[in-house]
């Protein structure tokens, strides 16, 4: 089916800690993957993209994460930090052409 | 340089009338994906537009429709407003149908 969902819906984590959000799809044939920031009041954000020719993609302070055996995708994003809190959004693309598939998201809130 | 901007920033009609949103793409690209966002979910993929022509389409009736200017802006139409098209509304420019995509921060419509 056309769908591509997250396990947590919130996530909280102390200042200073590693936070990982995890994600399933459930397309075989997508070849990319995205995640997205979404502050409050604002649009998606571009965080970090991998293509299913890799396993493992760094940024700065984030990392992509990507199990095509089980068709599983994690973002991990280091020395959490305040402004980190927001809803995080998994999104593919490939079989279904240019459009993205957004999973449902989840929230990260982080305690100072 | 000015990224994506949509107007107007909210909206409020009542069912069945007829809303007309619009986008300006960030310079240098040519084309425009919109988005619907109902309320706790991701982003669902409307449609998109590349020169000047729809390219590609969401699962969402005839009701709604688009339009893409000589200058890349577009616009998003929703006729016979129903209670479930309130939503935040996104759009998105790229360059080329297949590249990355920069939303802008939308515009949030509320059907009575």
């Known amino acids: 089916g056309e769908s591509v969902g997250l396990h947590l819906p919130t996530l909280s984590v102390q200042e200073g800690d590693n936070s990982i959000i995890n994600c399933a799809y459930s397309?075989?044939?997508?070849?990319?993957f995205i995640w997205y920031k979404q502050e409050s009041g604002k649009g998606p954000q571009f965080i970090i993209d991998?293509?299913?020719?890799?396993d493992k993609r760094q940024g700065q302070r984030v990392t992509v994460l990507l199990n095509k055996t089980v068709k599983h995708l994690s973002l991990q994003i280091a020395a959490t930090q305040p402004g980190d809190s927001a809803v995080y959004f998994c999104a593919e693309k490939g079989e279904y052409g240019n459009k993205l598939v957004f999973g449902a998201g989840t929230i990260l809130r982080v305690k100072s | 340089d000015a990224g994506v901007t949509q107007s107007p920033t909210h909206l409020i009609k009542t069912r069945g009338q007829q809303v007309t949103l619009r986008c300006s793409p960030k310079?240098?690209?040519?084309?425009v994906s919109w988005y619907q966002q109902a309320l706790g979910q991701g982003p669902q993929f409307i449609f998109q537009?590349?020169?000047?022509?729809?390219?590609q389409r969401g699962n969402f009736p005839d009701r709604f429709s688009g339009h893409q200017f000589p200058n890349y802006s577009s616009e998003l139409n929703v006729n016979a407003l129903l209670l479930g098209d309130s939503a935040l509304y996104l759009c998105?420019?790229?360059?080329?149908?297949?590249?990355?995509?920069?939303f802008g921060p939308g515009t949030r419509l509320t059907v009575l």
């Open positions: 397309n075989s044939a997508s070849d990319y």
């Open positions: 537009y590349y020169e000047e022509e729809e390219r």
């Open positions: 998105a420019s790229s360059i080329g149908t297949s590249g990355e995509q920069f």
């Open positions: 310079s240098g690209h040519d084309t």
């Open positions: 991998i293509r299913s020719n890799m």
